[in-house]
């Protein structure tokens, strides 16, 4: 079955070090993205990749590193320099819009990361 | 700048009642499209219904409708039929229009937990 996985699903790092979140999907999409939601708030876009070796900064992408060196990978690093990095991570991906085929994003099932 | 405004934080509803999730959105732009996503205790996010500013009939997914009203800028999820795996946090939002070809960016509203009582 096609879809999106992230791991590990609960990640726990002490301050001041960085951590790489994986996502991988098998979908053949071309795009992918990371958000970020805090209790209480929808999501935050950090960073979205439109084709391999590229990749452009959303709302809130400092303290966050990405690189897209396959089509199927998009793994996030928080570094040390993100404020507040204790969050639930969600990775997505969709088909190219000009394609129309499908118009929504679908997700992975997400990584909560607590820093201490 | 695009907004998503969901003005309930928590709902209850009857098991077998329908149900209506509210959600305005702000926008200067007249393409656009409109998204209502499904979020469980789990966390992953679920794809429920989809409208586009263009769409003439309001878009229809088993149990989901979606009223949309452009003039008022309303977008609200309808359930029929509710029941208890409905109890879910929902989320409203919209994409872009001015993201690049290759992907589009959501924005997303703060969310409505829904609570099926039995």
């Known amino acids: 079955d096609g879809g999106i996985t992230q791991s590990p699903k609960y990640l726990f790092r002490k301050e001041g070090q960085n951590v790489t979140l994986s996502c991988e999907q098998n979908?053949?999409?071309?795009?992918m993205y990371w958000y970020r939601q805090d209790p209480g708030q929808g999501l935050r876009l950090i960073y979205y990749?439109?084709?391999?070796?590229?990749?452009q900064k959303g709302d809130i992408a400092e303290g966050y590193s990405v690189s897209r060196e396959k089509k199927e990978s998009f793994p996030l690093t928080v570094t040390s320099a993100q404020k507040n990095p204790t969050a639930f991570y969600l990775c997505?991906?969709?088909?190219?819009?000009?394609?129309?085929?499908?118009?929504?994003?679908?997700f992975g099932p997400g990584t909560r990361l607590t820093v201490t | 700048a695009q907004k998503i405004t969901q003005t309930q934080p928590g709902m209850f509803v009857q098991e077998k009642e329908a149900v209506t999730l509210d959600c305005t959105y702000d926008?200067?732009?007249?393409?656009?499209?409109l998204f209502w996503y499904k979020q469980p205790s789990s966390g992953e996010m679920i794809f429920l219904i989809y409208?586009?500013?263009?769409?003439?009939q309001n878009a229809t997914e088993g149990r989901y409708s979606l009223n949309f009203q452009k003039a008022r800028k309303s977008a609200n999820l309808v359930i029929s039929a509710s029941q208890l795996g409905d109890s879910a946090m929902y989320f409203c939002?919209?994409?872009?229009?001015?993201?690049?070809?290759?992907?589009?960016?959501?924005?997303f509203g703060k969310g409505t937990k829904l609570s099926v009582i039995p």
């Open positions: 997505a991906s969709s088909h190219p819009r000009w394609t129309e085929s499908s118009y929504e994003q679908y």
């Open positions: 979908l053949n999409h071309d795009a």
């Open positions: 990749s439109q084709i391999v070796n590229d990749f």
């Open positions: 926008t200067s732009d007249q393409s656009y499209g």
């Open positions: 409208q586009g500013s263009y769409d003439e």
């Open positions: 939002a919209m994409r872009d229009p001015h993201s690049g070809a290759g992907s589009y960016q959501l924005t």
